[in-house]
């Protein structure tokens, strides 16, 4: 249940780890924050906001340095290309995902309130300024099908239904990988639901149908 991806690129041997997304202020222009990130950091957080805003495809390298603030040869020094870059972007956003729901889910003791807590913290998402959705499921309707990146993405599913099959294992389910794959289904169609609705309230909907397949998949069956 701990899936980890570097977000680093494979020709440098050594690199500092990467700061959340949130280290820029979305909107910040370079010579505030960002200019006081190393540039690694700053065409991160740069690629951050433009490519959750706008799009991997449609935002060019240009438009990435400028934000950046940044010289082209820092770009090249850090990513072998874009493809490299959206890899990296990708990988960011999923470690601060795992971040972000491992804290929630640390405070509570049982699994089932640790796997609600997933659900809880999914409404906390969309309730904020800017949400346009899942950035992985955006990410792979336009990404080519040999994009380095995809592999961020299927590594985020798999990371994703291992956390729910583990939890609904230890939460008593008979059938913890079955559970988790429909569980999985119910969170991807609450990110949707979010955002073509503009309805943060998706969350809390799906967490009362995640509460009823759970206690259905671990209620012990009657006694004749």
């Not at 400028?66 to 956003?93: P, Q």
Request: aromatic share 6%.
């Amino acid at each position: 249940m701990n899936t980890k991806i570097s977000s680093a690129p494979a020709k440098s041997a050594s690199h500092s780890a990467v700061p959340p997304p949130a280290a820029l202020p979305v909107g910040a222009p370079a010579g505030e924050a960002a200019i006081r990130l190393p540039a690694r950091e700053r065409l991160l957080a740069a690629a951050h906001e433009l490519f959750y805003e706008h799009g991997v495809q449609s935002v060019g390298i240009e438009k990435v340095i400028e934000r950046a603030g940044v010289a082209k040869a820092s770009l090249y020094g850090n990513f072998r290309n874009k493809d490299d870059l959206v890899r990296a972007y990708l990988a960011a956003r999923h470690e601060s995902r795992q971040a972000r729901i491992h804290a929630k889910m640390s405070k509570h003791a049982k699994p089932r309130d640790k796997l609600l807590a997933v659900f809880d913290l999914m409404e906390e998402m969309f309730r904020e300024p800017g949400y346009r959705g899942c950035a992985f499921v955006r990410a792979s309707a336009e990404m080519p099908a040999d994009s380095s990146g995809r592999e961020v993405c299927d590594a985020v599913r798999q990371w994703t239904r291992d956390l729910f099959a583990g939890l609904a294992k230890e939460a008593g389910a008979v059938k913890p990988d079955q559970l988790a794959h429909q569980l999985q289904l119910l969170y991807d169609g609450a990110m949707v639901s979010a955002q073509m609705d503009h309805d943060p309230r998706a969350a809390g909907a799906a967490r009362a149908v995640a509460a009823q397949m759970l206690d259905a998949a671990c209620a012990k069956p009657k006694r004749r």
